[in-house]
């Protein structure tokens, strides 16, 4: 007669429970970092910042822009107002950001307002999203939207920066009113440095 064998389960269910506590570890993390309070990135004040060189052209002073604002707590693709900060401290002085209008005509710094992009900043599915939800959602929970006017109050605030702009618009009157838009923005900044301190990315 044959002997049965004996069969070791020991490493197979060692090995799903590790799963299992690794599930519950990241998820433990998630909660956490959903409902941690976030400190505010240090902002320039100084009146006496330095402001761009004008008698020699942007690229060649600085060799590297700064996709979508930049990545902020080692996220990317924000366009938010923590991103900008946080590069700026980090040395960026060329920043590139995505610009698209809301459903209601709003010129606002994101990429578009696709499935994916809702995925990507943690925000409830909107494709149809209006100005005034468009600002009042929290990116990531934590970060702050911008609209065209919360860019330019920046450009301010850091007048030694520049902008590539990045339209996603591609139809000819959707590319009229991105830049109708923008040129209004400028004018209410009343910043006169600003229409030289904007590079308009073509492709």
């Excluded at 710094?109 to 005034?132: G, V």
Aim: with cysteine.
């Amino acid at each position: 007669m044959k002997k049965s064998k004996n069969r070791n389960y020991g490493l197979p269910v060692l090995i799903l429970l590790i799963f299992i506590l690794a599930g519950v570890i990241c998820n433990a993390v998630i909660m956490v970092v959903k409902n941690t309070e976030r400190v505010d990135v240090p902002q320039s004040t100084d009146a006496s910042a330095p402001r761009c060189d004008f008698t020699k052209p942007w690229y060649e002073q600085y060799m590297i822009v700064t996709h979508a604002l930049g990545n902020v707590d080692g996220r990317s693709e924000t366009n938010s107002r923590e991103a900008f900060i946080e590069n700026y401290n980090k040395g960026a002085r060329v920043f590139e950001a995505d610009m698209s209008l809301t459903a209601d005509g709003y010129l606002v710094i994101r990429h578009d307002f696709t499935s994916t992009s809702f995925w990507n900043l943690e925000q409830t599915m909107d494709e149809n999203m209006y100005y005034a939800d468009y600002m009042n959602a929290k990116i990531g929970y934590f970060y702050t939207p911008l609209d065209i006017d919360g860019l330019f109050a920046l450009m301010r605030e850091y007048p030694d920066t520049y902008l590539v702009t990045d339209t996603k618009l591609k139809d000819e009157d959707g590319v009229k009113e991105t830049f109708r838009r923008l040129n209004e923005g400028i004018e209410r900044a009343d910043d006169p440095t600003l229409r030289s301190r904007i590079i308009v990315q073509v492709y």
